[in-house]
């Protein structure tokens, strides 16, 4: 059974940093694509940041320059370092994980940048 565990959230304010990690145990780790996407109240789940097997990442638009992803594979775990944060930045927060056509998210981890 795949199970992602996300820390890292918080309150920060804006201009600050967080660091999310989200840990994953029943899945081959090294062969997926990782990321996170976020969900504010009532908007759609968005693309945050992925991360391919061969370590090719992918941005959203408004995270661009701003956000880092990495992984490490010996650990299961993939991360996200997150500068500059701005109010717009306050969502919940999803690990996704990517293998052989399936996807598995994470329980979710609230993120609040106050102004």
């Known amino acids: 059974q795949v199970q992602l565990v996300e820390s890292g959230g918080g309150l920060v304010q804006a201009g600050g940093s967080l660091r999310l990690s989200c840990a994953a145990s029943g899945v081959v780790f090294s062969i997926a694509t990782v990321g996170w996407y976020r969900q504010a109240p009532g908007k759609q789940r968005d693309l945050v940041a992925t991360i391919s097997s061969g370590g090719i990442t992918n941005y959203g638009d408004s995270v661009k320059g701003r956000f880092t992803i990495s992984r490490h594979n010996a650990k299961n775990t993939v991360y996200l370092q997150m500068n500059s944060l701005k109010p717009e930045d306050t969502a919940v927060y999803y690990c996704?994980?990517?293998?052989?056509?399936?996807?598995?998210w994470g329980q979710g981890t609230q993120v609040t940048v106050s102004s």
């Open positions: 996704y994980v990517g293998l052989l056509l399936k996807d598995y």
